[in-house]
């Protein structure tokens, strides 16, 4: 307390000899401007901070939606030709020894009509071909094909090309083709189940079609992207020259020797790897600089608006305050003037601006000053009479309960159970009911206030209305209005006829949801006419308690939560109603609105 004090002495004794003006321009330049200038240039720093780890975060993400839709596709020509190089019959056909060339027709045939339309479902397939050496089976230059030896395929001799595949480990292999980088080859071995080899299905993929869309212009042309297979072979590349070569000659050598899954930074240059299943990995090498030069300019941008309207505002206050001071002034005089009891003082107004509507205000103000201020001895004299009134408020509820002790005493003198249970009943019902010093309360008490007013009309009713409760726990400590929940089970009783329904039954629920309360009765009464409920759901409905009693919780409801509180009724004529209330989640006793709900 004695610091504050003496650093507003201090202030005080320091700007006592400026004017308005310059304190108003010191205070601003103390509180707007430094201030400003500082947090432009701590959150410009801040955001490059944050841009960068979005930016990874962004660029692992893409390289994995990548990597996903790269294995899709991959998956899609693998099953191709898994599928061609596993059909039994095929592997039949090209393992049996033929005596007559009808029967290589029909196999000829077989081969068109089972695969020749198959090979047409992908896009980017530029060649088809099943190779076989079966000597007795003849080359039909369609789908059927002997590895020669004067034919090239993907820039190799036919047979050596056939040759090089039989004696690869690998039943499926990717490689790129010689004689075009931006070709792709896919082969797979024919086997029958022990193992023995009658052929290779060979697929030739335009690399462009197949890949391409992946590959175009990566990260807005601030990066590359590679497919390297397990043997550290490029497949594909957003650099056309790096295609078909090895890692070790590649501008992704210096990077690989990271370890998998971490994102090293080398001379701006960020490697971020994804495997994918059938061993190949999507590599994305990304130049972090091009990413945030953007943001370095919109960081440039705001701080030179900043600087820019900042000098500005400056400028204009200088202006202004001319202007407003000396009206400020003239106010002033004309308020010592109201001071004194002047009432008739008045300021004369030429501009329309805020001052001018406070002119404008001063001057209904100076006239209607006299009636207020006798308006508040009024007041005063009311607020006088509604203490007494309270008073005598209290009085009433004290009567009441003293009474009720004393029958239960005479009734537990007569072992009158059913009495003391009434009696209690009712205490409890009244303890909530009388308390005109509470509006609002917690949903424990306001059910215990239902509960005793449903245990009276059960000790009225015995074994004609079925009441079912269902209450989640963790509601119970939460606030709402008093007296929402009593008056519609009233009206299931007085309104509803629920107690001369056969099988009759209430079912009252509240539940929590993610940010409000809601309260449900049911019953199966006998419902409320279509032209009445419409009334009482628009509120217009007052010609009974029912309608007045459902608009009076409307009306609270909008008093202490606004457009949160809602109040929703539905009804079918003798079958049942069901009145819905939904509150948001209050852990503090709530207030009245004074905006739309007050």
Sequence with gaps: MRL?????????????????????????????????????????????????????????????????????????????????????????????????????????????????FTSKYLPGIENFRIYHTNDTLVQDGGLLWKPGKQRTLSGLIEQDWYEGRLRSPDNLAWTNALDDKTRLVVSHKILNPYGDVYGIVYLRLNYNEVFAESFDHPFDGAGEMFIVDSDEQIIASSESNEIGSRLSESSLSEYWSSPEGTAVTVDGMVLIRQKIKSGWTVAALVHLDRLEEQSKRIFYYIVGGIAFFLLLSTFLIMVVLKNVIWRIRKLGTRMMDISEGYFEATVRNRDSDELGELEVLFNSMSGRLRKLVEEHAEVI??????????????????????????????????????????????????????????????????????????????????????????????????????????PIVENCYLHGGITTRKGAFIQIMISKTEDAIQFQIFDNGKGIEREKLELIKTGSYIGTKNGFGMNNIRDRLALYFGQEGRFEIDSMENEWTAVTIHIPICKEAPEIKKGDGA
């Design 4 to 116: 504050r004090q003496r650093l507003e002495q201090w202030i005080i004794r320091m700007t006592r000899s400026m004017s308005m003006r310059k304190k108003i321009v010191l205070f601003y330049g103390v509180i707007v401007f430094l201030p400003t200038v500082l947090l432009a240039i701590g959150a410009g720093y801040m955001t490059l901070h944050i841009v960068r780890g979005n930016y990874m975060l962004t660029i692992k993400e893409a390289v994995r939606q990548s990597a996903q839709s790269i294995e899709f596709r991959k998956q899609s020509y693998d099953l191709l030709a898994t599928r061609t190089a596993t059909d039994g019959e095929l592997v039949s056909r090209l393992s049996r020894d033929y005596q007559d060339i009808s029967e290589q027709y029909a196999t000829v045939q077989y081969v068109d009509r089972a695969f020749l």
């Design 381 to 486: 004299l009311k607020e006088r009479e509604q203490s007494f009134k309270a008073l005598q408020a209290q009085i009433n509820p004290h009567f009441i309960y003293n009474s009720l002790s004393l029958i239960r005493w005479r009734a537990m003198d007569v072992k009158d159970e059913i009495q003391i249970r009434t009696i209690d009943a009712l205490t409890t019902f009244y303890r909530l009911a009388l308390n005109n010093r509470v509006n609002v309360t917690r949903i424990r008490d306001e059910l215990e206030h239902l509960k005793a007013y449903v245990e009276i009309q059960q000790l009225r009713y015995p074994d004609q209305v079925l009441v079912e409760w269902q209450v989640e726990a963790d509601v119970l400590d939460l606030y709402t209005i008093k007296l929402i929940l009593q």
